[in-house]
């Protein structure tokens, strides 16, 4: 069990596009970002290509793999447009994320259980391009043992409730999905996946998905990139790192 391993963390940064966009100009720049967030000690960088561009956006994804020295984790939904563009970059992770246009964020997990085998053939032609396909699930043992039978080697655990109801004080549910999580990570590593998480997790909430010893690599964004205003990027990211290192450690 490497409860000792070293805690990657990936930075996402979707939000520095967002504010990009909301001009429709060019800064801040998104790849500008990224070099800082390595510079800053990131383990890898998250993007999300949304199927409407609401964010990052092609070309963003064509500069990441160029100017990276990290691994990018490529998110996307399971749509033959994605699949074409991740098998022309071949980044190091794909990461599947179920997507509706209507939602401001990735609200929950990909329901693999109910769409088994179409998954199975979406992601076989991914992995056979050496990439590391990464499922987006909740922390539910079904999801997690379709995610298996498919083939994926990675599950990334949707960690959205767990920060809601910390920000919400709803301790009892904060209590529950943590307890959930927390189960749900063995139980994945015992089946042989590499367990990933994230989704709102800010300082505040961190530090008890850290401390798992089955959890490989935390993916981190919104809140890195609203405190980015107060402290930069460079120093928001030291603090999660920071914070990382002390409830692994
Ligand atoms: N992991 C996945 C799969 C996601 O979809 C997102 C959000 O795009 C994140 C991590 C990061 O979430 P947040 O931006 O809330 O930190």
Redesign the pocket.
């Known amino acids: 069990m490497p409860s000792d391993a070293k805690l990657r963390l990936?930075v996402?940064i979707?939000?520095v596009a967002t504010v990009r966009n909301a001009r429709g100009g060019a800064y801040p720049d998104p790849l500008r970002a990224a070099k800082l967030a390595e510079e800053a000690g990131a383990d890898g960088i998250?993007a999300?290509l949304r199927e409407d561009r609401r964010h990052i956006s092609d070309a963003d994804i064509d500069g990441l793999m160029e100017v990276l020295t990290v691994p990018l984790n490529f998110?996307m939904a399971a749509t033959a447009e994605m699949q074409k563009i991740a098998l022309r970059h071949k980044p190091h992770a794909v990461?599947l994320?179920p997507e509706k246009r209507e939602e401001r964020?990735?609200e929950g997990g990909l329901d693999v259980a109910r769409d088994e085998n179409r998954l199975a053939h979406y992601i076989a032609p991914l992995r056979e391009a050496g990439c590391r396909v990464?499922i987006?699930i909740a922390a539910d043992k079904r999801q997690i043992e379709a995610a298996h039978r498919i083939g994926a080697e990675v599950i990334?655990l949707?960690t959205?409730a767990y920060?809601d109801a910390h920000a919400e004080g709803d301790i009892a549910t904060r209590d529950r999905e943590l307890e959930g999580l927390r189960e749900m990570s063995a139980h994945a590593h015992a089946l042989g996946l590499e367990v990933?998480a994230?989704?709102?997790?800010t300082y505040d909430t961190v530090q008890p998905v850290a401390g798992f010893p089955e959890v490989m690599e935390l993916?981190?964004?919104?809140?890195?990139?609203g405190e980015s205003i107060f402290l930069g990027l460079g120093p928001a990211i030291t603090e999660m790192r920071r914070l990382i290192d002390e409830a692994r450690g």
């Open positions: 990936g996402n979707d939000h998250t999300h998110e990461c994320v964020t990735t990464s987006f990334e949707h959205g920060c990933h994230g989704h709102g997790l993916n981190i964004g919104h809140f890195l990139i």
